[in-house]
RNA sequence: CGGGGCGUGGCUCAGUUGGCAGAGCAUUCGGUUUGGGACCGAAGGGUCGUUGGUUCAAAUCCAAUCGCCCCGACCA
């Protein structure tokens, strides 16, 4: 490709429109071009990358038997009725309507539509296991489009769904998928760790993220030596909470006037917030909950979706915590309750080390002191609902008796993958029949991978102050071929054999044939990444040209007549 | 949705006692240059986000509205 025919709008200056590394180097490369608010254009560049991205992750799965498909982005509302998710999904679906005033969206993930497929066409359990994906268009409305295509409305995934007949087919096989996206994940390149996460709306048994790590990355990953790594939302924080050895003292109602958070209670009291007993007043799928959770503890929220199979938690607003507890925000505890039938009292594992508490008393500018649990206050379950900290050990290495403290980073999420179990196939009614002619639920799978969400990672993650960085599996070209004055007969000679000696090689070249100054094509260069530079002037001519790795500082000459192999070499090293 | 910021040539931005709409870069033409975003000269290009108001006069003051970015609750 001679960059003269080539649509490559750079852009000297850093557009002031976006904070984020990646954006910035995506627009000023000129691989993408913002249309509106989480809506991107992808220009020749950024499309070339994303079909290599793309091709990676095609042969990956189909070397674990997967077979393509294309589904419908329009999608009636009836399917998603089946699941209940017309309803769930919430604002983050874009809903539409025909001339007919039908019911649509526009698919934001596709379970139920190859569910439907499945349900239909699939009735032998010879016909099993079977795995479909499909590389698409994704729209979600999202609260907060942000951080460039990192976090758009509409956006390129590649998603996959398996059915399987049993539960340890359905097992081995996420085994399989999960192999796949670390070679995908090797194959592009970029540091990477794989965490247990928490399943959020697509719901199932358990799940893994693929977290590329950038220090400005939305996710935050807790990890340890001996293995286990996980997404904090869902980083394990073990029951190693033991009551403190101390006399219980009677029960004490204070005076506390406008005393109403943490510290103002701490401050109160002379003490620690290790000696409250915090308590919370959620709605949980509608459903009132009391939270209790040790002061100096937060409730993770997440948690609280997993334990209680919940689509929905909120914090009450003020006015249902006073139906409840009888007293303004502030002073909930769970002593002394109102009467209610519907309230359930759940405590994080942390609340059995509190011994003479403190907490609301349910009763406007009242607090009670020296709570203990079970002669004061009853709690029907404990359950591990906080959020992780920094000095907190590792869940694993805590059930080996040892204490080993978790070590965090930062990530970017770009694949998630699912066991879903039978999640789809009970409320859609997806069965098969097995080896005696019985009925069965499929078990399923499914196997997310954000395509142009990975490329911005890749971006976050390698760049220095000229631009980017590709590796020679994702670089739009791999070679960038640079005559210093195009317009002089010899260098044009010279430049003209190298560009079609590599084309014949087989090697993606982009020849800078602009009438341009030296220095605008190296800055050129740099910026959009190619991994490797051949720059031919008169210089060095006639029998050497310079050679220069994107990655690397230095530059080389090499003889005309060594250029084929040492191409060869230099793209497959990297 | 809550909080903060911003909308002026293609891009980055300047422009309040209200008084002819500017600069640099980019583009086109001419010339001099030519190994890390050159220089000189000339030219084209803007209903100052939109609507309404105040005023002899509004980019500038007031009101509403739309859009975009950043920080918090969603997710690949």
New binding site residues.
């Given amino acids: 490709m001679k960059l003269s025919k080539f649509f490559m709008p750079?852009?000297?200056?850093?557009?002031?429109?976006?904070?984020?590394i990646s954006?910035k180097l995506m627009l000023?490369s000129g691989m993408v071009r913002?249309l509106?608010?989480?809506i991107y254009e992808w220009l020749p560049l950024g499309l070339k990358v994303l079909k290599k991205v793309e091709q990676i992750i095609r042969e990956e799965m189909n070397k674990i038997n997967g077979q393509e498909v294309w589904l419908p982005l329009l999608l009636p509302k009836e399917l998603w009725e089946e699941t209940g998710r017309w309803g769930i999904y919430g604002k983050?679906l874009f809903r539409l309507r025909d001339r007919k005033d039908s019911d649509f969206c526009l698919g934001p993930t596709h379970e139920e539509i190859i569910t439907d497929i499945v349900r239909k066409e699939v009735r032998s359990y010879k016909q099993l296991p079977a795995m479909f994906y499909q590389f698409g268009i994704k729209f979600?409305d999202?609260?907060?489009?942000?951080?460039g295509v990192?976090?758009?409305r509409e956006?390129y995934?590649k998603d996959a769904y398996s059915f399987h007949a049993t539960e340890e087919d359905a097992g081995n096989y996420y085994q399989e998928a999960v192999n796949a996206y670390k070679k995908i994940c090797d194959r592009c390149g970029f540091k990477y760790r794989q965490v247990e996460a928490a399943s959020?709306?697509?719901g199932g048994k358990y799940s893994h993220?693929f977290m590329v790590l950038a220090e400005s990355g939305?996710?935050e990953i807790a990890w340890c030596d001996c293995g286990y790594a996980s997404n904090t939302e869902k980083t394990e924080c073990p029951d190693t909470e033991k009551p403190k050895e101390t006399a219980l003292l009677p029960v004490e109602e204070v005076h506390t006037p406008k005393i109403r958070t943490i510290e103002d209670v701490g401050a109160f009291f002379k003490t620690s917030p290790v000696n409250f007993i915090k308590s919370l007043v959620y709605l949980v799928d509608g459903n009132p909950f009391m939270v209790l959770i040790r002061g100096d503890y937060e409730v993770n929220?997440?948690k609280m979706k997993e334990v209680f199979s919940a689509s929905d938690v909120v914090l009450a607003d003020p006015a249902t915590i006073e139906k409840i507890t009888g007293a303004p925000v502030g002073f909930a505890g769970p002593y002394k309750l109102p009467e209610n039938k519907t309230l359930r009292i759940v405590a994080d594992y942390s609340i059995k080390s509190v011994v003479n508490g403190i907490a609301g008393a349910n009763k406007t500018d009242y607090h009670v002191k020296n709570l203990n649990i079970d002669r004061d206050y009853k709690v029907s379950e404990f359950a591990d609902l906080r959020k992780v900290i920094k000095n907190d050990i590792c869940p694993r290495c805590f059930q080996q008796n040892k204490k080993i403290n978790l070590q965090f980073s930062r990530g970017i999420?770009?694949?998630?993958t699912f066991k879903l179990g039978t999640k789809y196939s009970k409320s859609m009614h997806a069965t098969f029949l097995d080896a005696q002619g019985k009925e069965n639920l499929f078990i399923m799978g499914c196997y997310?991978?954000?395509v142009?969400?990975i490329i911005a990672a890749y971006i976050e993650q390698m760049n220095d102050p000229?631009g980017i960085i590709w590796s020679p599996a994702l670089a739009p070209f791999e070679v960038i071929l640079i005559p210093?004055?195009y317009?002089d007969e010899k260098t044009k000679q010279a430049t003209d054999e190298i560009y079609n000696k590599l084309i014949n090689d087989g090697v993606e070249v982009l020849l800078d044939d602009r009438d341009e100054?030296?220095?605008?094509k190296?800055?050129?260069a740099?910026?959009i990444g190619i991994p490797l530079r051949i720059?031919v002037?008169?210089?060095?001519l006639p029998d050497k040209v310079?050679f220069?790795l994107r990655s690397e500082a230095n530059?080389s000459l090499v003889m005309l007549s060594d250029l084929s192999e040492k191409v060869k070499t230099c793209l497959k090293m990297n």
């Fill in positions: 750079t852009l000297r200056e850093v557009p002031s429109d976006t904070d984020t954006s000023r913002k509106s608010s989480g983050e979600r999202e609260i907060r489009p942000r951080f990192m976090r758009a956006f995934m959020g709306a697509i993220e939305e996710e929220e997440a999420e770009v694949g998630h997310g991978i954000g142009s969400r000229n210093i004055d317009n100054r030296a220095g605008v190296f800055k050129d740099d910026l720059t002037g008169s210089r060095n310079e220069k530059t």
